[in-house]
């Protein structure tokens, strides 16, 4: 069974960046399709973005695009995400989720789909 500990949020001023970390165990993580939710308080948990098994297909909430980045590297069973020009909406706890079924080429953008979760890591933007 793959576990998933995210790290790296924090705070930060509106304008600046972060990278968050996702550290799984396990040998079948390279064939998973890894995504990236988040949740502010009161609000439900939102898709961010998904990137394949591969690392060749990658989706972005519209919220994100441009200003987010999916990246994943299999060697070492890890996935980031970049977060650059930070808004105070972007406030909220980062989850890096797993889909367990295999080699999937359109990794899914429904929470549903997600059966494996870290424990959340807080990123909070100051305006």
């Known amino acids: 069974q793959v576990q998933l500990v995210e790290s790296g949020g924090g705070l930060v001023q509106a304008g600046g960046s972060l990278r968050l970390s996702c550290a799984a165990s396990?040998?079948?993580?390279?064939?998973?399709?890894m995504g990236w939710f988040r949740q502010a308080p009161g609000k439900e948990r939102e898709f961010v973005t998904t990137i394949s098994w591969s690392g060749g297909s990658r989706y972005y909430a519209d919220s994100v695009k441009g200003r987010f980045t999916i990246s994943r590297d299999n060697a070492k069973n890890m996935v980031y995400l970049q977060m650059n020009s930070l808004k105070p909406e972007d406030t909220a706890v980062y989850y890096c989720?797993?889909?367990?079924?295999?080699?999937?080429?359109?990794?899914?953008?429904?929470?549903?789909?997600?059966?494996?979760w870290g424990q959340g890591t807080q990123v909070t933007v100051s305006s």
């Open positions: 989720a797993a889909h367990t079924r295999t080699r999937v080429e359109v990794p899914p953008q429904r929470a549903a789909e997600y059966n494996i």
């Open positions: 396990g040998r079948t993580f390279s064939g998973y399709a």
